[in-house]
């Protein structure tokens, strides 16, 4: 990995020179360093991910040999079907797009925006006092609030549905209800006046006015609210145990647990690094596509992955 | 609240409207608040103080779930240890990790968008993926890097079967998955006055004290913020030690919120399960205010103070 990093970090040098002459020499050395150092770890951090992807295309006396094969030859597709159709994976995915991440996602954009406006937008008397208490539940670890919900959900009824996920959505999110919040504010206060003279109600005002003009924010809300119900796992893994029922993080772990059973745990990792990349692949696609509205929903909220 | 809902006589038409409006839009969130959370709390809180096994009633008795978990408890110090440790070393290293590799893509390079995705990634895909592929690469016969060291003749490392190198290897883990807090860094970054670096220069600062009286006082505050959100997610970190090592080898990775789930839901010690979610409720508080209150002596608040 050392050889290889340094050979591309000598690359920067070469352009530099043709560039300009004027830098001084020591700015050079130090841009070579920079470069090096984070083609460096550029290569260290892409590396599970690279292993991943790859070893999902090779075959078994290409995954278990030494020295490992770094490029996989012949690359060998059927790790996927058979990794796939092993387990009901189409099941899961259906579940973890349908029962889960969609309806959560637009419930909690839903329900956050009109306690948002109502924190934003009306004066009433109570208010800064409430939404302090909205902020500060979200200091609250999921801990101390587990046990007892799961006791309510399951005097309820709802193990192994998604109401557990699906009905607190309703409720919204105290996250996005502050980055809403703060949105909102931003927004001029003449525009909702202009449309309250005109006979707008406060439905209409957030509906017409208030939502064309925040779009920025709902993307970073449906974004974020997607990514942790498609990654939820210790979720899932409360309240959801058939098979017919389980999100694909819940599937890929149950996949290794059979194989671990059946003490072939070793030959089932070709199978499990793909349905890993199946699975990783959704967000690193959103990521690629919706980048700027992920990194404008860290560095003004510090929302974590 | 009370004194919110009872709109007083005192109120012209438009303040009574506002308020009904306010409490209406608000409404979501504060029923979801005192069913999801405020419920749930105070339930915990009592279950805390109870024998509890899901089927029988819960017996009241008092604090001996916590004097027996501080007392005679076999695992509870060393839950608590293997926590620490994974606190105190991930989260300081982590944040230092990334504010470095923050500072290089800061500065002038070209492919930094490129840089900051390969090392955000890695943060938002499914826990359980990258643990998928972290237990394949540090596997002892399989893995990627026994692979290579076995290449170049070198002994192999027994990353996540030896109970001496479990812990640190999570920590490895733990700080490669912390693209949020660098995202955070590189805007915090992008945000210091280039008028206090040209100041420095003019006074003959070289880069290094530079960074250490211009960069690292700036961002102080971003480093407060990551510290205290960083100790947070990692006390609750989940995910990756359960689905990576099960707690073991020999309980070295048995880490707090993993025995609180196990107590919890595999062996139905509600009470047990209950009290360890109020001692770390508390200790998070805890290390939250002192960093807060330690904070005024090292975090630079710009023009604010």
Same mark, same amino acid.
């Given at each position: ?305 | ?37 405020? &419920? ?95 237990? &394949? ?169």
């Amino acid at each position: 990995m050392t050889s290889a990093s340094q050979t591309v970090g000598g690359k920067p040098q070469v352009q530099q020179s043709a560039r300009s002459g004027s830098i001084s020499a020591t700015k050079w050395l130090s841009r070579i360093l920079i470069y090096t150092i984070l083609i460096a770890l550029g290569i260290t951090w892409i590396f599970p991910l690279y292993w991943m992807v790859t070893s999902s295309l090779k075959d078994d006396p290409q995954i278990y040999t030494v020295p490992p094969v770094l490029i996989p030859n012949p690359v060998f597709w059927n790790n996927f079907y058979d990794a796939w159709t092993r387990f009901d994976f189409n099941q899961a995915a259906f579940n973890s797009v349908f029962l889960y991440s969609l309806p959560v996602t637009i419930f909690t954009l839903i329900s956050s925006m009109i306690v948002a406006y109502g924190f934003a937008k009306i004066p009433w008397r109570g208010r800064d006092a409430l939404f302090w208490v909205c902020i500060a539940t979200m200091m609250l670890p999921w801990q101390v609030t587990m046990v007892p919900l799961f006791i309510i959900f399951k005097n309820l009824g709802w193990i192994n549905t998604y109401w557990p996920f699906v009905v607190p959505s309703l409720f919204g999110n105290a996250y996005f209800i502050f980055l809403l919040r703060q949105f909102f504010l931003s927004i001029p206060e003449e525009l909702s006046d202009a449309a309250r003279i005109d006979g707008a109600s406060e439905f209409g005002i957030l509906w017409r006015i208030i939502l064309p003009l925040s779009k920025p924010a709902i993307a970073v809300v449906l974004l974020f609210r997607f990514l942790w119900s498609w990654n939820d796992y210790l979720g899932p893994l409360i309240y959801i145990n058939t098979e017919a029922m389980q999100p694909l993080a819940l599937a890929i772990y149950r996949m290794r647990t059979l194989a671990l059973s059946m003490g072939t745990t070793a030959m089932a990792y070709p199978h499990l690094m793909a349905v890993s990349t199946l699975v990783a692949l959704p967000i690193i696609l959103i990521f690629i596509f919706a980048q700027r509205t992920f990194i404008e929903g860290i560095s003004t909220t510090g929302l974590k992955g | 609240m009370a004194v919110a809902t009872a709109p007083r006589r005192g109120m012209t038409k438009t303040e009574r409207r506002n308020q009904v409006m306010g409490l209406l839009f608000i409404s979501p969130w504060l029923i979801g608040f005192l069913l999801f959370a405020l &419920f749930p709390l105070v339930a915990s809180l009592y279950y805390s103080m109870t024998n509890y096994d899901f089927i029988r009633d819960p017996q009241f008795i008092g604090l001996a779930n916590y004097v027996r978990l501080f007392t005679t408890d076999p695992d509870f110090w060393t839950v608590m240890y293997n926590t620490l440790y994974y606190v105190g070393f991930g989260v300081p290293l982590g944040i230092a990790v990334a504010f470095l590799i923050a500072n290089l893509l800061n500065s002038d390079i070209k492919g930094r968008t490129l840089f900051r995705s390969v090392i955000y990634i890695p943060s938002i895909v499914p826990a359980v993926c990258t643990a998928m592929v972290w237990l &394949f690469i540090l596997n002892v016969q399989y893995g990627a890097i026994n692979g290579i060291l076995k290449t170049i003749g070198w002994q192999t490392i027994p990353f996540l079967s030896s109970p001496e190198l479990a812990k640190p290897s999570l920590i490895m883990i733990y700080v490669w998955a912390q693209g949020t807090a660098v995202v955070i860094f590189l805007a915090a970054l992008q945000d210091v006055p280039r008028s206090l670096y040209d100041a420095a220069l003019v006074d003959g600062a070289n880069a290094w004290h530079r960074f250490w009286n211009v960069t690292v006082p700036m961002c102080t505050p971003v480093i407060l913020f990551n510290f205290i959100m960083g100790i947070i997610a990692a006390f609750q970190d989940f995910t990756l030690p359960f689905v990576l090592t099960g707690g073991g080898p020999m309980k070295s990775t048995e880490f707090y919120v993993v025995n609180l789930y196990r107590n919890a839901f595999v062996q139905f010690s509600i009470g047990k399960a209950s009290a360890m979610a109020w001692i770390l409720f508390l200790i998070i508080l805890l290390f939250s205010v002192i960093l807060f209150r330690t904070s005024a002596r090292w975090v630079y608040y710009g023009g604010e103070k």
